[in-house]
């Protein structure tokens, strides 16, 4: 709730429900919605914890200053006695694929308007998912991008602009957002990025572009790297390749994929 009061907070619970089909895991918020909690009962939730928590659905990752030997030693100590359940069924893959166009306007107390572009994608393990993430880079991940270009430093209608790809296990998309000026009209500037877009996949990225996207994405995985834990660092990056792609080194795989583009 505290995060739906920000400003536009309440368009992602939009933006799920209208972009992926009600029976879609992605279709609602991970944490839930009042009434999924108001309809839980205690029964639910031990089900759940019984269902889900547990070693054969769990990864642990220690990093730091440790010594292996003693590391397993305390591991085993404090997570041995732990009774594991079969592993629960994964979906691998659920593009949920769009038909036409779908528009939305939603009216809020915010300092100015907000365009949302948004398309459905496959998730983290298509072999496409970093050249998305490169692709999106391209065209919004930064002042020099094309779409910042455009939109802020040439025409000036917008204060900013950003597209990203938001990979997840079984789905992803790709997203852009703009910050419009007062008294501009949104339809003007979703004109133009559609007419970037247009130009990108007609034409692709040069290659000076193409070079500047792949130092930014390499620079912030290396600054991520100076951190041990805590939502990013090498803890999260060994947690994330076993999790996803059984396997702990895959980021090697997933640079080598985007130096080599």
């Known amino acids: 709730r505290e995060r739906e009061n920000q400003p536009y907070g309440k368009v992602w619970n939009y933006i799920t429900q209208r972009t992926y089909p009600p029976q879609h895991p992605y279709a609602w918020p991970v944490i839930g919605s009042m009434q999924h909690l108001d309809q839980a009962t205690l029964a639910d939730v031990k089900q759940w914890f019984s269902d889900y928590y547990h070693p ?5 990752v220690l990093a730091g200053d440790i010594k292996p030997d003693v ?6 100590l404090y ?4 009774k594991s359940q079969p592993a629960p069924s994964r979906v691998t893959d659920w593009t949920a694929k769009m038909q036409g166009n779908m528009r939305e306007r939603l009216y809020d107390k915010v300092p100015r308007s907000r365009l949302y572009m948004v398309w459905n994608t496959p998730g983290i393990t298509h072999q496409d998912a970093d050249r998305l993430d490169l692709a999106t880079s391209i ?27 938001m990979g997840r296990e079984i789905a992803g998309q790709v997203l852009i957002s703009i910050d419009i000026k007062p008294d501009v009209a949104l339809e003007k500037a979703e004109a133009i990025v559609n007419e970037e877009l247009s130009l990108f996949l007609k034409k692709g990225p040069d290659k000076e572009e193409v070079e500047r996207a792949k130092t930014r994405l390499i620079s912030d995985f290396i600054r991520d790297l100076e951190y041990v834990g805590g939502g990013s660092g090498k803890s999260s990056l060994l947690a994330y390749g076993q999790t996803y792609f059984n396997d702990p080194e895959y980021y090697k795989k997933s640079l080598a994929i985007t130096e080599q583009i």
């Open 56 to 60: 054969a659905n769990a990864v642990i």
């Open 71 to 76: 590391a397993r030693e305390e591991v085993e």
């Open 79 to 82: 997570f041995g006695n732990i």
């Open 139 to 165: 065209l919004g991940g930064s002042k020099t991008s094309r779409l910042y270009q455009r939109l802020v430093q040439q025409e000036q209608l917008a204060t900013s602009v950003s597209a990203y790809y």
